[in-house]
């Protein structure tokens, strides 16, 4: 993937590959699992089936159902920690 080096040099920023997960974000419903290799200066990014970003949690299906359950979690805790 010298794509995301030439992209990161381009725009003078750096990604942290210690923290860089993949995801592949569909809709559609297969019945073979696709796996993802994608490497960051030499090192493989995890490929993850959910992930938080800016307080969303997407997941590869990009439903909502994990932002759900997410939040019900959260405000139960709240309530009984207060």
């Known amino acids: 993937m010298d794509e995301i080096a030439d992209w990161e040099r381009d725009n003078k920023i750096t990604f942290n590959e210690e923290k860089s997960k993949v995801i592949l974000l569909t809709r559609r419903k297969r019945r073979e699992q696709t796996k993802?290799?994608?490497?960051?200066?030499?090192?493989?990014?995890?490929?993850?089936?959910?992930?938080?970003?800016?307080?969303?949690?997407?997941?590869?299906?990009?439903t909502?159902?994990?932002?759900?359950?997410?939040s019900r979690?959260?405000?139960?805790?709240?309530?009984?920690?207060?």
């Open 36 to 62: 993802v290799a994608v490497y960051l200066k030499n090192k493989a990014i995890p490929e993850v089936q959910k992930l938080k970003y800016l307080g969303i949690i997407y997941d590869n299906k990009l």
């Open 64 to 70: 909502i159902r994990v932002n759900k359950l997410y």
């Open 73 to 82: 979690e959260m405000h139960q805790t709240n309530i009984c920690t207060n």
